[in-house]
Every structure is written in C-alpha cells, then in structure tokens.
C-alpha cells in the first residue's frame, strides 16, 4: 500500500509522521517535497544521485521570426524580436507546443538539468529515496513525476505542504492519505482545503492529530466535518528533542502502528 502524508500547510508535523510511519511498518520512505527534503535528517546511510533534466526548446538558424512560437506559449516563456528569438527556459513548462506547431520546424529540444534524485542505503538497503530541485527552477512537478517512475509498491510518501500541484502529483498514485493537523484555528481551516483536494482526487484519507493536548480543541471540529482521526501524536517536549536530534520516536512507537493498523482497516 502506498501511503501519502500531506497537510494543509507547512509545519504541522508532515515529516515527523512520514519518518516515524515508515521506520515503524518497515515501508520504504519517498520524499517529495523537493524544495525543502529534510526527511535526510534522520539517515545517515551511503548516498546514490542522479540528475534530472527536462526538454526546454532551442531556436536553430531555419527560423523566420513568424511568432508562431510565442502565440502559442501559453507561459509567455518566448519572445519574439524582428532578428531574434528569446526562450525563458525558467518560465518554461516543457509542454512542446512551440515545437510541435512551429511551422518551419526551427525549434528543436535539448534537456536542461534541473535537479536531482538521491537514494539513501543503509546495511544495503534503500531506505529512502529524495529529490532535490536546483535554486532558480520554478515547478518541481518534473522531479516529482520522475521520483515516481520507481515508487516501490509499499511506500510512505512525504509530500510538499499545501494544496498545490505539487501536492497534487504526490497523492495521484497513493492509496490512502493521512492528512496532519496540530491544534490551531489556522491549521484546521488548511486542513478543510486539503480534505476538499483529496475528495475529488477520489482518495480514502484519515486525520492525524500531532501536538495533541494543545487546548484548541481540534479533534471535535474534525467529528463535526465527518473526518476520521486515526491517529494522535502528543504534545511532549521529550519528542521534540527527539525529533531536533534526527532520532526515532520510539516512546511512541505504537501510536505509529495504531495508525498502519487502522488505515489497512479502513
């Protein structure tokens, strides 16, 4: 089963879950979040990357500046001078329009890196695999839908925070999806967004509570949504020492299996 943690907002515990979830039912951890990958802090095994790249297109001497290329880019990454042609690679989203209806057939592709993979072995074993987007790239979707190409059959993936494509990518191919909350007004109102995102993606989903035992009363608003809570992490500075030291949280190891046990059920 493929299990995607995601939250409305950054900072709700997203990591803490997906770390704690994979080490404690033995499933292999991905970590999509390739803007900001800090599942790595808790691995300290050998390190294997290779770099991604996309297609960006390239303006070769047959162009006759007709501007077809730039009518079509609806990212307006393509500017047409009377001598010249300027492409933003950085604008860019690859779709290939330019290339596919320019009518002189003046453009061509050539792949432009963007960032990279690194898988993470322990005792020879792949334990992690993250990605990593280079400063300067807009979309990190391109290294997201590549990360998938290999996403094992049993699998914890750590998406990106918020609502957005990124997101969206991540929790295509999951079977189920635990959306975290902490117990604030802000938090739960990102939360209402993120179940409305994974409604109509079609996906089973579940909440888990982390610093649970704040006084805003998080849980209740939950029930009265319809949202089932399947797991509740508690608010302990003795965990957050744990977690700022990149360790485990085997004090509350069960709560961890509680939620496997429960998602499998659901």
Do not use: W
Not at 207 to 231: Q, S, T, W
């Amino acid at each position: 089963m493929r299990i995607a943690v995601a939250s409305g907002k950054g900072g709700t515990g997203k990591t803490t879950v997906s770390v704690n979830l994979s080490a404690f039912t033995d499933l292999k951890l991905y970590d999509f979040d390739v803007e900001e990958p800090n599942a790595k802090i808790f691995f300290k095994g050998e390190e294997k990357s290779r770099d991604v790249y996309r297609p960006v297109p390239e303006v070769t001497e047959k162009c006759n500046f007709c501007g077809v290329c730039r009518e079509v880019c609806q990212y307006n990454a393509i500017v047409v001078l009377r001598d010249s042609v300027i492409v933003f690679p950085e604008i860019c989203h690859s779709c290939g329009a330019c290339i596919y209806l320019c009518p002189e057939k003046a453009m061509i592709e050539k792949d432009k890196k963007i960032g990279r993979i690194v898988e993470v072995y322990e005792n020879g074993r792949c334990v992690l695999t993250y990605g990593e987007i280079d400063i300067g790239e807009v979309s990190p979707v391109p290294i997201i839908k590549e990360m998938k190409k290999d996403l094992a059959k049993d699998a914890v993936i750590d998406c990106p925070p918020g609502v957005s494509c990124p997101m969206v990518e991540s929790v295509k191919t999951a079977d189920f999806v635990l959306l975290v909350l902490e117990p604030t007004p802000f938090s739960f109102h990102d939360l209402k967004i993120a179940a409305e995102v994974v409604k109509s993606l079609g996906k089973p989903f579940g909440v888990v509570i982390n610093k649970y035992g704040l006084p805003y009363n998080v849980e209740e608003l939950c029930k009265k949504e319809g949202y089932e809570v399947v797991g509740k992490i508690p608010f302990s500075r003795e965990l957050a020492e744990a977690y700022s030291r990149g360790e485990l949280m085997y004090s509350v190891k069960d709560v961890f299996e509680e939620i496997y046990d429960k998602i499998k059920s659901i």
